[in-house]
């Protein structure tokens, strides 16, 4: 009777064994290929926003979104015409004496094939004289808030050589009528050119400073 018994129990060893098989492959084949998970680096936000939205948000914190640029806002900004044409009044004026004056004194120094445009350099001389004084009314004004500064002395010698300039242009617009001083017109051209020339590089270098 002890052969069934061990027989028996050999047979349930056999199949607990065979049925542990299965489940032991079947625990290994899960660790062997383990379900997908989400990324730690997505928030759930950016994962349930669509595509649109999440590039819509980018543009909209960029830098360039946020503030315009400078050229962008200079160019939005209305133009002030009054202080355009009422301010540093000078520095508009004295273009005009420095023109006229020079386009007289060409004139001047071709006398001799453009005796006909004579009257034409005197009236100009004439306009120019006219102007630089306003240019020296005015530049009066522009020269307070350079004094004590160490541009004072620069101002003041091309207030001296604008006031020297503006006497020239008066005098030459005289002496286009003296018949006697006809000859001598092309050498005051030459001195009216330096003078002129002088005086606007000492008003550059107060403009825009000495480099």
């Keep these: 009777m002890r052969l069934p018994s061990a027989a028996f129990t ?6 607990a064994l065979a049925a542990a098989r299965p489940a032991a492959a079947h625990k290994g084949h899960a660790h062997a290929s383990p379900s997908p998970s989400v990324s730690p680096l997505a928030s759930p936000a950016a994962m349930a926003a669509p595509p649109e939205a999440a590039a819509a948000t980018t543009a909209s914190s ?17 133009i002030d015409w009054r202080a355009g044409l009422l301010e540093h009044t000078h520095n508009k004026i004295v273009h005009f004496p420095i ?12 006398r001799g094939r453009w005796a006909a445009y004579q009257p034409v ?7 120019a004289a006219v102007f630089a004084l306003a240019a020296y009314l005015t530049g009066g004004a522009q020269a307070e808030p350079f004094m004590g500064t160490p541009t004072e002395a620069l101002v003041k010698q091309h207030e001296t050589q604008g006031t020297l300039t503006a006497i020239l242009l008066v005098a030459g617009a005289i ?14 051209a030459l001195f009216l050119i330096l003078a002129i020339s002088f005086t606007g590089f000492l ?3 107060v403009a825009h400073g000495a480099m």
């Excluded at 050999?10 to 199949?15: D, I, R, S, T």
């Excluded at 960029?62 to 209305?78: C, E, K, L, N, T």
């Excluded at 023109?99 to 071709?110: E, M, T």
């Design 175 to 188: 002496l286009t009528h003296v018949r006697g001083a006809q000859r001598w017109l092309w050498l005051y």
């Design 203 to 205: 008003g550059g270098l």
């Design 99 to 110: 023109a006229l004056g020079l386009s007289a004194a060409v004139i001047l120094l071709g």
């Design 10 to 15: 050999l047979g349930a060893a056999l199949v």
């Design 62 to 78: 960029s830098p360039a979104a946020v503030s315009p640029s400078p050229a962008a806002a200079a160019a939005a900004a209305p």
């Design 121 to 127: 350099a005197a009236a100009l001389l004439g306009v």
